[in-house]
């Protein structure tokens, strides 16, 4: 894996280019918009759209689905800054390089991150299209964010549990029905063989993906409060397991994605 470290004047090179090119815009609310979510674009009153290729130091998405952009505006009554494409660990980025826009965040006033993911369903109660508020994580990515922090760094309680009882009352409002349950990240982009969604599942997890825990962990250490959001886009129940279809995976994240957004927004409103 080829890591770019990022020092802090890399940091401030890319905060001051920002800055320069926004008028110093500052944010309240930080989204991260992974597959269910590209929709909350449209709610979203734009003030300034940056090309990641644009932004000195800044990962560059490689997914052909996520656009690559930084919008700044504001949504709910809040300030935000977006990031529309995120960046994985099996694009080849070390975890230092994914989390990188958590600390130009931070310096915008970032004091609140919602971030979001397209999953599989472990818990034989989920069904596709299901939204699932995330209350704890597994990280199976063998390597960690943390490694250049200051101690003490810790994992207690990356989501928090404010904002979770604001997503579930958001829910409650809006006739939206979530689930609230553990999110376990593997290394990707293959998706996993029926012994390992068995063995996920005895670990405790109810949803596997491959993104969302590097971006949580650094938030959460930053002194960023996170909620984690994912859709069920497929099931993966070792007993009933059918070959992954991928027109059939966007299909769940579509249906799911008004709720998706609705739930975000007002969420942010209660904020």
């Known amino acids: 894996m080829r890591t770019v470290l990022r020092t802090v004047d890399h940091e401030l090179n890319s905060y001051e280019f920002i800055g320069n090119s926004t008028g110093g815009f500052t944010a309240d609310v930080g989204i ?6 590209g929709g909350l ?18 990962p560059v998405s490689t997914v052909e689905s996520h656009h690559g952009n930084l919008i700044l505006g504001k949504i709910s009554g809040k300030n935000a800054v977006v990031m529309q494409g995120r960046f994985h660990y099996y694009e080849n980025y070390a975890h230092e390089e994914i989390t990188y826009p958590l600390r130009l965040m931070k310096r915008m006033g970032v004091h609140t ?3 979001s993911n397209a999953c599989g369903g472990l818990n034989p109660s989920y069904r596709k299209a ?3 508020i995330m209350r704890d994580h597994i990280n199976f990515h063998y390597d960690t964010p943390l490694k250049n922090f200051k101690l003490p760094a810790s994992n207690r309680q990356i989501y928090d549990r404010g904002l979770i009882a604001l997503a579930e009352k958001a829910a409650l409002d809006n006739s939206i029905s979530v689930r609230k349950g553990v999110y376990l990240s593997l290394h990707g982009p293959a998706l996993e063989t029926r012994a390992e969604y068995g063995m996920v599942r005895k670990f405790g997890a109810d949803a596997v993906g491959m993104s969302t825990i590097p971006e949580a962990t650094v938030a959460a250490n930053i002194g960023i409060k996170t909620l984690g959001l994912s859709i069920i886009t497929d099931m993966g129940l070792p007993d009933t397991l059918k070959p992954a279809v991928l027109a059939e995976i966007l299909e769940s994240a579509a249906e799911a ?5 609705l739930l975000t927004r007002k969420t942010i409103e209660m904020l």
């Open 32 to 37: 991260i918009l992974g597959t269910g979510l």
């Open 41 to 58: 674009v449209k709610d979203i009153d734009i003030q300034h759209k940056i090309d990641y290729k644009e932004i000195p130091h800044f």
């Open 113 to 115: 991150l919602i971030v």
């Open 130 to 132: 299901d939204l699932m």
């Open 257 to 261: 994605e008004p709720k998706m957004t």
